[in-house]
């Protein structure tokens, strides 16, 4: 993947007066004064560079803040500040990425490190439930500790007025979407406000990656959000193979992105028919169901799996394709494709949905480049971002994508962006699969001579993933850390929702489709 932002990066602070010591190592990595990381932040927002994430680390008895940068025309950027030892408090960069605030509440949560200069400290995925002074990221807690459950209350954001009164939602739905609570404030039927409370399934996923050796923790990683397991598992994979310097082979290159393809054709199928569903059309819904079906058969039939778990896999990939299953792959994603397209030609001629999905659920351009939001979300209020072009990794870096943008950031929006996306990862999958190279399908997982760092991003159907690992010089995970793009497109569902009548919330809710799993690791 492409790190010429690390270069740019270092010569906007230089000219700024910024010492930056640099690693120059797999990955770069900018090493910035405690002193100077708002400044560092500043500069980098003003440079028009975009928050990755925000995420921090135990250094024996220090600890150290990271970020990742991007930006479209040089790629990815890491830096890193060490706190000093006698505190445990570093500047929050919140003031110039509002897409920081959750996730140094996380750091506040689970490694009590203290960010000064956070609007908001209040508890987000370590509950108020949890004792005071319980750290789990910390290397001295253990992940075998019981702790005990205490009464805690979460101060939610609150109106008065003349007719203003509270909806709470959740965290069980009727549904079987997994856990997470919604608090509105409406007057009549007119939301005024969302606020969301999540980790309700917080699993404890990074303390559970220390000490694992690179193979269980693909498993682990494959499982942080099922419906994006091939694009997490990658990301993990990724970080992996540059940590340890192994190239894998090029069929295997191109076949994870092949899956990656089919995933996004899945996901993007399900939605639009949930969408539908959720305005009463059940014929779209109906649909978009048998075929997401079609695809989860011979997901099954080729691959071991439905939904595609576990088919990459360190080094390479679990399973090869033979001649016939290239064909049956290209036979189905083509009809897939033009069934889409005949459907979306059905969608755009039913006026009673598209009373619905248009200017219900509108982020404005500013407001979704302000968060950074990701994939189709932050595509539909026109941020043309896409880690398949901008990250530039194999096999995208010769088979680019044709990167759908539009304005309007509405359930419309996000609707015209999925079906577009549909069509051009069937093109994708239709260039990959006949330009397939022969060969081997997996490399022999090799240890690095050393500890080493990795840092990866992949474009899922939802939008970027990043992740960054950490290898002890025996091979054993010693911290991995990985965003989910729900970390930020939750934000953009809040913005969504305001102003919107209440029945039409499941409507913006199912067009972001954030992950509950994916944000409360």
């Given at each position: 993947?492409?790190?010429?932002?690390?270069?740019?990066?270092?010569?906007?602070?230089?000219?700024?007066?910024?010492?930056?010591?640099?690693?120059?190592?797999?990955?770069?990595?900018?090493?910035i004064?405690?002193?100077?990381?708002?400044?560092?932040?500043?500069?980098?927002?003003?440079?028009?560079?975009r928050?990755?994430?925000?995420?921090?680390?135990?250094?024996?008895?220090?600890?150290?803040?990271?970020?990742?940068?991007?930006?479209?025309d040089?790629?990815?950027?890491?830096?890193?500040?060490?706190?000093?030892?006698?505190?445990?408090?570093?500047?929050?960069?919140?003031?110039?990425?509002?897409?920081?605030?959750?996730?140094?509440?996380?750091?506040?949560?689970?490694?009590?490190?203290?960010?000064?200069?956070?609007?908001?400290?209040?508890?987000?995925?370590?509950?108020?439930?949890?004792?005071?002074?319980?750290?789990?990221?910390?290397?001295?807690?253990?992940?075998?500790?019981?702790?005990?459950?205490?009464?805690?209350?979460?101060?939610?954001?609150?109106?008065?007025?003349?007719?203003?009164?509270?909806?709470?939602?959740?965290?069980?739905?009727?549904?079987?979407?997994?856990?997470?609570?919604?608090?509105?404030?409406?007057?009549?039927?007119?939301?005024?406000?969302?606020?969301?409370?999540?980790?309700?399934?917080?699993?404890?996923?990074?303390?559970?990656?220390?000490?694992?050796?690179?193979?269980?923790?693909?498993?682990?990683?494959?499982?942080?959000?099922?419906?994006?397991?091939?694009?997490?598992?990658?990301?993990?994979?990724?970080?992996?193979?540059?940590?340890?310097?192994?190239?894998?082979?090029?069929?295997?290159?191109?076949?994870?992105?092949?899956?990656?393809?089919?995933?996004?054709?899945?996901?993007?199928?399900?939605?639009?028919?949930?969408?539908?569903?959720?305005?009463?059309?059940?014929?779209?819904?109906?649909?978009?169901?048998?075929?997401?079906?079609?695809?989860?058969?011979?997901?099954?039939?080729?691959?071991?799996?439905r939904?595609?778990?576990?088919?990459?896999?360190?080094?390479?990939?679990?399973?090869?394709?033979?001649?016939?299953?290239?064909?049956?792959?290209?036979?189905?994603?083509?009809?897939?494709?033009?069934?889409?397209?005949e459907?979306?030609?059905?969608?755009?001629?039913?006026?009673?949905?598209?009373?619905?999905?248009i200017?219900?659920?509108?982020?404005?351009?500013?407001?979704?480049?302000a968060?950074?939001?990701?994939?189709?979300?932050?595509?539909?209020?026109?941020?043309?971002?896409?880690?398949?072009?901008?990250?530039?990794?194999?096999?995208?870096?010769?088979?680019?994508?044709?990167?759908?943008?539009?304005r309007?950031?509405?359930?419309?929006a996000?609707?015209?962006?999925?079906?577009?996306?549909?069509?051009?990862?069937?093109r994708?999958?239709?260039?990959?699969?006949?330009?397939?190279?022969?060969?081997?399908?997996?490399?022999?997982?090799?240890?690095?001579?050393?500890?080493?760092c990795?840092?990866?991003?992949?474009?899922?159907?939802?939008?970027?993933?990043?992740?960054?690992?950490?290898l002890?010089?025996?091979?054993?995970i010693?911290?991995?850390?990985?965003?989910?793009?729900?970390?930020?497109?939750?934000?953009?569902?809040?913005l969504?929702?305001?102003?919107?009548?209440?029945p039409?919330?499941?409507?913006?809710?199912?067009?972001?489709?954030?992950?509950?799993?994916?944000?409360?690791?």
């Amino acid at each position: 993947m492409r790190f010429a932002l690390h270069e740019h990066l270092t010569t906007l602070l230089m000219q700024s007066g910024i010492a930056a010591n640099s690693h120059t190592g797999e990955p770069p990595c900018l090493n910035i004064l405690v002193t100077q990381w708002t400044t560092t932040a500043k500069l980098a927002k003003e440079a028009g560079l975009r928050l990755v994430a925000v995420w921090a680390t135990q250094e024996d008895e220090a600890f150290a803040v990271h970020a990742a940068f991007a930006h479209p025309d040089h790629g990815y950027a890491l830096a890193k500040t060490m706190l000093d030892t006698t505190s445990n408090k570093f500047p929050s960069i919140t003031p110039h990425y509002v897409a920081a605030a959750r996730m140094e509440r996380v750091i506040h949560d689970l490694f009590g490190l203290v960010p000064a200069g956070l609007p908001d400290t209040r508890p987000w995925i370590k509950h108020e439930h949890w004792p005071q002074n319980t750290f789990p990221l910390r290397k001295a807690f253990s992940a075998d500790t019981q702790i005990a459950r205490i009464e805690g209350h979460y101060p939610f954001i609150e109106a008065e007025g003349d007719g203003v009164y509270e909806i709470p939602v959740g965290p069980v739905h009727a549904g079987i979407i997994e856990p997470g609570h919604f608090r509105f404030l409406a007057v009549g039927e007119q939301i005024l406000n969302l606020e969301e409370r999540l980790g309700y399934v917080h699993k404890g996923l990074e303390k559970a990656m220390e000490g694992r050796d690179v193979t269980a923790g693909a498993c682990l990683a494959g499982r942080i959000s099922g419906d994006a397991t091939v694009a997490h598992s990658w990301a993990y994979c990724q970080a992996a193979e540059q940590a340890a310097g192994l190239a894998i082979p090029p069929r295997a290159v191109a076949l994870r992105a092949v899956l990656c393809e089919r995933e996004r054709l899945a996901n993007h199928i399900g939605d639009i028919g949930a969408i539908c569903n959720d305005a009463a059309w059940s014929f779209m819904h109906m649909q978009c169901q048998r075929l997401r079906e079609e695809l989860a058969r011979l997901h099954q039939q080729l691959f071991n799996h439905r939904l595609l778990m576990d088919c990459i896999q360190p080094g390479g990939v679990a399973r090869d394709v033979d001649d016939d299953g290239i064909h049956l792959l290209l036979t189905h994603t083509r009809a897939i494709a033009v069934e889409m397209r005949e459907l979306y030609d059905t969608y755009e001629n039913h006026t009673p949905i598209r009373e619905r999905v248009i200017d219900s659920g509108n982020v404005k351009a500013t407001d979704a480049a302000a968060l950074g939001l990701l994939g189709y979300a932050g595509r539909s209020a026109e941020l043309d971002s896409d880690a398949r072009r901008d990250a530039a990794y194999a096999p995208y870096d010769r088979h680019p994508p044709q990167v759908a943008v539009c304005r309007g950031g509405d359930v419309a929006a996000r609707l015209w962006v999925r079906f577009a996306e549909i069509q051009d990862s069937a093109r994708l999958i239709e260039i990959i699969l006949r330009n397939l190279p022969d060969g081997a399908v997996h490399t022999a997982w090799q240890m690095p001579q050393h500890s080493a760092c990795g840092f990866a991003v992949i474009e899922s159907w939802r939008g970027e993933i990043a992740a960054w690992l950490r290898l002890k010089s025996n091979g054993i995970i010693d911290r991995y850390y990985v965003r989910d793009p729900s970390m930020i497109n939750w934000l953009g569902l809040e913005l969504a929702a305001r102003e919107v009548p209440v029945p039409d919330f499941p409507l913006n809710n199912k067009s972001f489709n954030c992950s509950y799993s994916g944000h409360d690791l």
